[in-house]
């Protein structure tokens, strides 16, 4: 059995109109959540085995956050620029790359093609995961290589303001 939770990057800053896109860090609304969603994994017992995320500043500071929560040594994040803005197939390219050691994985990155990624292997209509959202899906396969569209099975949608009700 193999686990990917799909986490979209926390808020991001406007502020800074001239910083690069890459370039861009969270706000202070995305610093409030992120811990909030680690802690909300922790108090589920979700652990990761592995943490992959895009290089680019707001998925990076968020993959540190849920390390920091998850108690997951920050220099054994794998930094991946091939999530940043890419497409379902290309991510679904990435996830079969993956070392089949590693039984629950993280990934973080962004959307549209984390929504879309999510939607295509869990066979679901979710509009849009919020930013700091998490997808957990669930597959009954041994390796990540078979990871296929439609197999995954929902184990949870979580996102920052359901956490407030």
Avoid: Q
């Amino acid at each position: 059995m193999k686990h990917l939770l799909i986490c979209r990057h926390a808020k991001s800053s406007w502020k800074d109109l001239s910083l690069d896109d890459f370039d861009r860090p969270l706000n202070k609304r995305g610093k409030r959540n992120a811990p909030k969603m680690g802690k909300m994994l922790a108090s589920h017992n979700v652990f990761p085995d592995l943490i992959v995320s895009s290089p680019a500043k707001r998925a990076r500071k968020t993959a540190l956050i849920l390390a920091k929560e998850l108690h997951y040594s920050k220099k054994k994040i794998v930094y991946n620029r091939a999530i940043y803005n890419a497409f379902a197939e290309e991510l679904i390219s990435c996830i079969h790359t993956f070392e089949d050691r590693f039984d629950r994985i993280i990934i973080v990155g962004h959307n549209t093609g984390f929504t879309s990624l999510a939607n295509i292997l869990g066979n679901l209509k979710i509009p849009n995961v919020p930013t700091c959202g998490i997808v957990s899906l669930d597959f009954k396969i041994d390796s990540w290589k078979d990871v296929r569209k439609k197999e995954g099975t929902l184990n949870f949608f979580y996102y920052p303001k359901m956490m407030d009700s």
